[in-house]
């Protein structure tokens, strides 16, 4: 008699809740399903989130939520100045509806505005209750928007980190192009935060949902983004002949890493996107550059994409680095 074993023993692809909550975040989703493949690959939906009470777009994602006022009621208390999720049940219901499927869930934020940050806490609150593995990925406000949104985001990025299992956030003080001395126009800047969010989605959840010669899983992200830690991003990109070295060095050096002593970092998720002329050189280039860097007991995994848009036909098309690095729980140092 012949024995069949089936040893693929849960087939279906991991389901990704990628969830934009208020304005910025409505608006980085909207930027990643006009310029990315994200919203086609297998396993991912787009979802946004709006408050009745603040200012919101047009989304395009599939599933749009509105949420009452009384899940982003203001709260002050001495110790924060900061939205604290409500109770409101429908809401609560109808979240739960949208997300219970999903293997990981990653909330978008730009923080800053109290009411919308509160949806963000709202929506991480239910995933939490419902045991999903939830990132979230904020930026923090420029210094020309104010005192009171930074001290928000300050506040909210603490009580976003107590409600999920790591955060990733992005300071847009950091994403300012020095070369250009101020003078670089608003909407520039603003478009670099939605590039710099999206590029942070892309690598863990791109490695898992795109085919590719590495095989990265959702428990390789789960293992690095994972135990109520911050985690640092930077990115690089190269072009030509030296693309790789490019690539990394404008990583490491970016200001985004600035306060992250990489040697610190428990976790570190190495991404790459590349056309299809990505040499195993350039590889262990990108990977000894970093190794360097870091302790020798961090756990690093790496992956790689291969996106034909980065195609050049007469060179070495562009090659994108992008680092994730989870380290220590948030401290007064790293408060926005």
């Given at each position: ?77 001495p ?30 934020n ?23 593995f ?19 985001a ?24 020095q ?15 939605e ?70 970092c428990?976790?570190?998720?190495i ?5 299809r ?60």
């Amino acid at each position: 008699m012949i024995m069949k074993y089936d040893f693929n023993l849960d087939s279906r692809c991991p389901v990704f809740k990628i969830i934009g909550v208020g304005k910025g975040g409505i608006s980085t989703v909207n930027h990643l399903i006009a310029t990315t493949k994200m919203s086609s690959l297998e396993g991912v939906e787009f979802i946004t989130v709006s408050t009745v009470t603040s200012e919101t777009l047009p989304s395009n994602a599939k599933t749009h939520i509105l949420l009452e006022e009384q899940s982003t009621g203001w709260v002050e208390t001495p110790e924060k100045n900061i939205s604290e999720p409500g109770l409101c049940e429908n809401d609560r219901r109808v979240i739960s509806e949208n997300i219970r499927n999903a293997d990981m869930v990653v909330i978008i934020n730009t923080l800053g505005c109290a009411i919308t940050t509160a949806g963000a806490l709202f929506v991480a609150e239910v995933a939490k209750e419902l045991e999903i593995f939830t990132v979230g990925l904020v930026s923090s406000p420029f210094a020309f928007e104010g005192r009171s949104r930074v001290k928000n985001a300050a506040a909210g990025a603490i009580a976003l980190e107590q409600r999920t299992d790591s955060i990733i956030v992005i300071h847009n003080d950091k994403l300012i192009d020095q070369a250009l001395m101020g003078k670089e126009p608003v909407s520039e800047a603003y478009r670099r935060v939605e590039e710099a969010l999206g590029l942070a989605l892309k690598g863990p959840i791109g490695l898992v949902a795109t085919p590719s010669l590495i095989c990265i899983d959702i428990f390789d992200v789960k293992t690095i983004l994972s135990g109520g830690t911050q985690a640092s991003f930077s990115f690089g990109v190269g072009r030509g002949d030296n693309r790789a070295e490019e690539a990394v060095q404008m990583a490491l050096t970016s200001q985004l890493l600035d306060g992250c002593d990489l040697k610190e970092c428990k976790g570190i998720l190495i991404s790459i996107f590349c056309d299809r002329r990505l040499e195993t050189a350039e590889i262990n280039s990108i990977c000894d550059l970093i190794q360097k860097e870091v302790s020798d007991d961090a756990n690093i995994i790496y992956g790689h994409v291969i996106d034909d848009q980065l195609e050049n036909e007469t060179e070495k098309g562009l090659l994108k680095v992008t680092i994730i690095a989870s380290r220590r729980s948030l401290t007064d140092e790293d408060k926005i």
